[in-house]
C-alpha cells in the first residue's frame, strides 16, 4: 500500500524528517508515536502533500506509483486521508457542500458519475450516526466554531463520507473525552478491513486499547529508531522517551 | 430554483471566461459623434420629449462642461484615472433603428433572441415566473414584461421613456430631487444626455406582488449608456428590485454612467439589488466598461427603509457609493455590497449614509474580494448631522486577498454632529489562507472548486440578502469570475 524508504524532508531549509522509512501493506493498523516535534504532523503533511515541505531524499510510492509527483488533490482521490490534528475552519461553507464536492470529485477520478442529492444525504445520516455526530454539525459550516472534541469528530465522519483506502490520523485521539474516544475508536474499528490500511499518530496509549495496532513505531528526531508490537506502546507509557533517545545516544535534558 | 441542484451549479461555473462578450447584429441609428447641445436636443427629439425635460437636459450639458474644465474627473477615488475623451464616443443608439417600442411585435427577432440567450425571455410566455423584466439594450428600452398584471395592483413599472409620456407629473417632481444634476461630473452628464432606464411607482399600501428587475445590456461598439432610474415607493408601500447587466467583449472601453433615485415615503422599504457583470476588460486590461454611477435613496418618510445589495464583478473601473439620506424619524438606511475585482480591474465603491432623522439606523457590510493585479476600495462616509438624536451605524468592511499583487484598501469617513451617536466600525483584511486550500485540496476537491467554496462562503452572508430568484445566479456569477485566479 504505502512504501516510504530513507526520507528526508525539510521546511524553509530546516531538515525534519532524517532517513525514515516505513512499510505499510493493506489492512494493517500502524501507530506512530513520538515525542513533540519530533516530526510526527511533519510526515503526515509530507503523505498528503503539503507545499511547504521539501522532499530532499528518498522515495514514497502509493499502491505502487510515485506519490511525491501527485497533487494533494489527486493523492486523495487515489485513496489517502489525512485527518488534521487541527482541522481548519471554513467560514461560511456548508458541510454539506463541501462534503458533496469532496465526494463528486473522487467519484468523478473514478469514472463515476456525481451523486444525487438523496442518496447523498442518506449517506451523510448513516455515516454521522457511525460516529455519533450530531446532525445540527452537518447544518453548519465545515469545522466553524466546533469545539476542539467536535472538530475531532468531524475528522472522523468525514473519513467515513470519503471511505479511502489509506487513513492516517493524527492525533485524533486528543482532546477527546472518554466516551468520544470510544465512538472515534469504535468507527475506526467498524472501517478495519483486509483491503484499508491506517496510520495513526498518537500520544497515548489508551487509544490503543480500543485500536489494538499491528505496529507500533517510535519516531524520533525524524527517524523511526524503534518498531515492534502493541506492547511497545505499554512500554513507552510506563518508561516514558528517555530510554529510547538514550539508546540512540541523545543528551536527555532534564 | 429548487431543481437547479449544485451539481448544475459547477457544470454551469465550468463555462469558461466571460459568456456574455458576444454582439447582437442589428442595425442603430445613432446621434452624431460627441457631445455637444446639439447632441442633447437630438436625444430629446428622439424621444419626442416636453420642454421642460429639454431645458433640464440643456442646463446639465452646461453643468457637465463647466465641471469638465474646472475640474475634470474626480481625483480623490483610489483609482488610476484614465484619460476619457467624450468627443469620441456616441451617447444614443437606438438598436433596430427605432428610439421607441410600443409593442414586443415591432422588436427585430436578432434582439429577443440574444436577451434570452442571456437569461431575460421577453415573450409573454417565456417570461421569467415572478420576476417583471424591463429590458435595455443601449439606449433604448427593448421590452417590459408583466405590465398589465402590474397595472392591476396599480404598480406602475415601465420604461423611463414610457414614464416621460404617461406619468409626466410623476417624473417630473421626482426627478433630480435626490441627486441633482450639479452633484457630481458624471451625474451632469446622465441627466445631459441620458437615454432609457426604468421608472417604478408603488401606490400607497401597495406590496408589489413579484420582483421588479431591469436588464441593462450594451452592445453597439464605441456607445455610451447612460440609464436612469426612478423608483418611488408611496406610503407603506413595499417593492424588491434588481438590476443585471453585460456588455459584449471590447478592446476599447465603454462609459457607463447611470442616475438611479429612490423615494421612500412613511413607513414605505425599498430593496435595490445590483448584480453588476459589465465586460471588465481582458486579462492584460485591455476594454472593459467604465462604470461611474450614482445612486441614492431618499427615506423620506418616518420608519421607510431603503435597503442596497450589490454584487459587483465586472467592469474595469467601479465608482460607485450607493447611499442613504436618513430624513424621516425612525428611517433606516442598508447597505450590503460584496466586489470581487481580478486581473486589472479597480473598483473604488462604498457607500454614504446621512442621518437626518431622529433615531435613524443604518448598517454597512461590505466584503470587498481582489484578486490577480487588481485593486479594491471601500469608501464610506457616516454623517449624523446635529438633530438626528439617538442614530445608530454599524459599518463592518472585510476585505479578502487572493495572492499577493492585488491590493485593498479601506477609507472610512465618519463625521458626528450629535453627541448621542452611536457609530461602530470593524474592519478585517485576510488572506485566502494555504491552510484553507490545502485542507480543501486533501479531501479531493480541485485549487478552483476549493476556492470557490472559500470565496462563496465569505460572500454568502451578503449573497443571502438578494431575492432568491437571484442568488443562485449570483453564487454562479462569482465562481465563473474566480475561474483563473488560483494561485
Ligand atoms: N514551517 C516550519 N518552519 C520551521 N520549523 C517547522 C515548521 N513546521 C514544523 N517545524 C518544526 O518541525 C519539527 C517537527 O514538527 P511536527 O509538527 O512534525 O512535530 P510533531 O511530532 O507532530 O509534534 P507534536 O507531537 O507536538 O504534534 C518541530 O520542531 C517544528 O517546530
Ligand atoms: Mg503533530
Redesign the pocket.
Known sequence: MLTIRNLHAS??D?E?LKGLSLEVKPGEVHAIM??????????ACVLAGKE?YEITEGTITFKGEDLTEMAPEERAREGLFLAF?YPVELPGVSTMQFLKTAVNSIRAHRGQGDMNVAEFLKLMREKADFVNLDHKLMQRSVNEGFSGGEKKRAEIFQMAMLDPQLAILD?TDSGLDIDALRVVAAGVNKMRNSERSFVIIT?YQRLLNFVVPDFVHI?LDGRIVKSGGPELAFELEDKGYDWIKEENGEAIVA | MPTYTEHDFFEDVAEEGYKYGFVTDVAYEKAPKGLSEDTVRYISAQKSEPDWLLENRLKAYHQFMKMLEEGGLPSWAHLRMPEIDFQDAYYFAAPGKKAKYDSIDDVPQEILDDFARLGIPLGEQAALAGVAVDAVMDSVSIATTFKEELEKHGVIFCSFSDAVENHPDLVQKYMGSVVPYTDNLFAALNSAVFSDGSFCYIPPGVRCPMELSTYFRINEANTGQFERTLLICDEGGYVSYMEGCTAPMRDENQLHAAIVEIIAHKDAEVKYSTVQNWYPGNAEGVGGIFNFVTKRGLCEGARSKITWTQLETGSAITWKYPSCILKGDYSVGEFYSVAFTKDYQQADTGTKMIHLGKNTRSTIISKGISAGHSDNSYRGLVRVNKKATGARNFSQCDSLLIGDQCGAHTFPYIEIHNSTAKVEHEATTSKIGEDQMFYCRQRGISEQDALNLIVNGYAKEILAQLPMEFAVEAQKLLSVQLEGSVG
Open positions: 521546511v524553509e530546516h525534519i513520538g515525542p513533540n516535534g519530533s516530526g510526527k504532523s511533519t510526515l511547504d490534528q492525533e500520544h519516531l
